[in-house]
């Protein structure tokens, strides 16, 4: 008989459940992302953020020890440090207002689930600078709004109270197209917001007694030791590492994956690295190469499909842990590292992508690199993580992705030892603009503000291709087409990438524009880039015109205007 009360036992359960069908569906979510880019990862981040609180709720089980204290800091702490991309953090703030309201309790009813509803949306309203309606953030809105009338109206009956509430946020889903042009135009919902309702169904549905599979090891525990010739770790610690990156994924195929296209996709991966394995089955491939840049193999891998089950291990990291016996955790030993160095004023982190474009940050004094950006949004925990190895009183963030500003201010929230400070930056040279600014001998407050308003003054756009049909921006898109894709939309379109940039270029100028930045990536030749140097040159040669090379993954050229 279903009860019309919850426990701690039954809410970990509920809980679990809810991630797993999110879990299930997360290529779905991606699938809505607006702009057909090979990149959308809504889903992905969402994912990642739930698991990372269902490993700690999934602990607490284990250990039966379980009560509604340590079951809610365990969903709050867990998503909280394992947020990504917007989406992410919104939904570990949606976790942190629901468990403040219900933590207090040891069995919560359908009153106590309408309050703790309301404080998930104001806290999560609270975490966005500027809230926008058509978004998860109103899918939970109108869901709380419902459970507040319920429970007004003296409902009872918990199964009701929670179907009801679902089927709100599925008509509220429903209507995201309405309140976003954007989502109209592309023919889709809000995928955030329906990673919620996600969410909710997979929480009703082990309420209303449906089995659910917990077994939370292939998305949360680290690889096993593959069968087929994968990696041996022991034997890697004691080994000269000559590729440093552990790169695994699962390539969900959209194309034919035939003999010749395997031969030419390992070919491709023994150009960039060793140790590789590629096993097709069906419509899966399992790929692990050892890798200095896996950006190329993951870069390469979206054109036969999506990607899911990534995992990306730094070994050298790994090679110093096992040499100086080491027990913490991977990065520990630069962490060591870096505090035994003198304590600086000031230090930056910068989140980057490309061998090229960490290099030029590197350049300018940045002294902690975050591997990721638009192909895979760092976590919270990142940041945590990369704060502690920067010996610095005040630390300046550079997101350099507007999906992961919200992580970095969710980690400067939590940090109290040092001062901590996110420029905004929403592209990479946004990023380079903020390094460059940056002036010693003003305060740090001068110096926030100096490099907030000088990277207003950065127009940026990106070439990228597009994964699917679609008509945006009153831009009819074909699969496979390349876009330059602007600070507000896409700008231009067409199956010749010179061709496409330089229409980019074209709506990015205006007449105060000093200097243009070419960054290319790493599937462009350095011929083909100076080529498309010269073609800038020629038509604006009033410009200063800067050819550097990136070596970004997805994104065959970011061009910044100024």
């Not at 090891?217 to 041996?232: D, I, L, W």
Request: glycine share 8%; with cysteine.
């Amino acid at each position: 008989m279903v009860s019309n009360t919850i426990d701690a036992g039954t809410m970990a359960k509920l809980f679990l459940a809810g991630a797993k069908n999110l879990e299930s569906n997360k290529e779905w979510i991606n699938d809505l992302n607006v702009f057909p880019v090979p990149d959308g990862d809504t889903g992905t981040n969402m994912t990642l953020t739930i698991m990372s609180a269902a490993k700690e709720v999934a602990s607490l089980r284990d250990m039966g020890d379980l009560d509604m204290q340590s079951l809610c800091k365990a969903i709050s702490s867990g998503s909280l440090r394992g947020a990504r991309g917007n989406s992410g953090v919104i939904l570990s703030q949606l976790f942190r207002g629901f468990t403040k309201g219900v933590k207090e309790y040891e069995q919560i009813t359908v009153p106590v689930i309408a309050t703790a509803f309301e404080r998930a949306v104001e806290t999560a309203y609270k975490a966005v600078m500027k809230p926008k309606e058509g978004t998860i953030l109103t899918v939970a809105k109108g869901a709380a709004i419902k459970a507040r009338e319920l429970a007004d109206n003296g409902t009872e009956d918990m199964a009701d109270f929670l179907k009801q509430i679902i089927d709100r946020a599925e008509e509220v889903l429903a209507q995201t197209p309405e309140m976003l042009p954007v989502l109209k135009q592309a023919g889709v919902v809000d995928s955030g917001g329906q990673g919620l309702v996600l969410v909710l169904k997979g929480i009703y549905d082990a309420f209303m007694g449906k089995e659910v599979d917990f077994n939370l090891n292939e998305t949360t525990s680290a690889p096993a030791v593959n069968k087929s010739g994968g990696m041996n770790r022991e034997a890697q610690a004691n080994a000269e590492i000559k590729f440093g990156y552990c790169t695994e994924f699962i390539i969900m195929l959209n194309k034919v994956f035939n003999i010749k296209a395997e031969l030419d996709f390992k070919a491709y991966l023994e150009s960039i690295g060793d140790s590789i394995v590629v096993v097709a089955d069906d419509d899966v491939v399992k790929v692990h190469v050892h890798t200095n840049d896996p950006g190329l193999a993951i870069q390469r891998a979206l054109k036969y499909g999506a990607l899911s089950n990534m995992k990306i291990d730094n070994m050298r990291l790994e090679h110093q842990e096992k040499l100086f016996k080491m027990s913490q955790t991977e990065g520990a030993a630069v962490v060591s590292a870096a505090k035994e160095q003198p304590r600086k004023e000031v230090g930056f982190i910068a989140v980057s992508v490309g061998e090229g474009i960490n290099e030029i940050f590197k350049g300018l004094g940045v002294d902690h690199i975050i591997e990721g950006g638009q192909t895979m949004n760092p976590s919270t925990e990142d940041m945590l993580n990369a704060i502690d190895q920067v010996n610095a009183d005040h630390i300046f963030i550079l997101p350099n992705n507007k999906n992961i500003i919200l992580a970095a201010n969710q980690a400067q929230s939590l940090v109290k030892d040092k001062k901590i400070t996110v420029i905004p930056t929403k592209t990479v040279p946004q990023g380079i603009t903020a390094v460059i600014n940056y002036v010693p001998d003003m305060t740090a407050e001068e110096n926030a503000e100096t490099m907030t308003a000088e990277i207003k003054n950065v127009s940026t756009g990106e070439v990228t291709y597009a994964v699917r049909d679609t008509n945006i921006d009153n831009k009819e898109i074909r699969q496979g087409d390349y876009m330059g894709i602007g600070d507000a939309g896409i700008l231009s379109v067409g199956t010749v990438v010179g061709d496409v940039t330089m229409e980019m270029i074209d709506e990015m100028m205006s007449d105060e524009a000093e200097l243009i930045s070419i960054y290319y990536g790493a599937e462009i030749a350095e011929e083909e880039a100076e080529a498309l140097r010269a073609r800038v040159e020629e038509k604006y040669g009033a410009c200063d015109i800067e050819l550097q090379y990136g070596g970004q993954p997805i994104y065959y050229y970011i061009i910044s205007v100024e």
